[in-house]
């Protein structure tokens, strides 16, 4: 009788750990679908100061260090 209990206290853990991931991959699936991730309007939307660089403009911005050629 008590194993019977244990097992049926088992699957029930079971049923109930599968009702919780369940309801929680639903919950994340509708974040993800509720995020959009690109910008319409990249330039607008970013803040000033934070916009992509270009190589030519990165390669100006650099600082020499050390003597190497």
């Not at 194993?3 to 509708?30: E, S």
């Not at 319409?40 to 803040?47: D, L, N, S, T, Y």
């Not at 190589?55 to 020499?64: M, V």
């Amino acid at each position: 009788m008590e194993t019977l209990i244990a097992l049926a206290a088992g699957a029930l853990l079971i049923a109930l750990g599968m009702r919780l991931i369940h309801r929680l991959n639903a919950q994340h699936d509708a974040r993800i679908a509720a995020y959009h991730f690109s910008d319409p309007f990249p330039a607008i939307a970013r803040p000033p100061g934070h916009s992509h660089h270009t190589p030519t403009g990165q390669a100006s911005r650099r600082r020499l260090t050390g003597t190497w050629p």
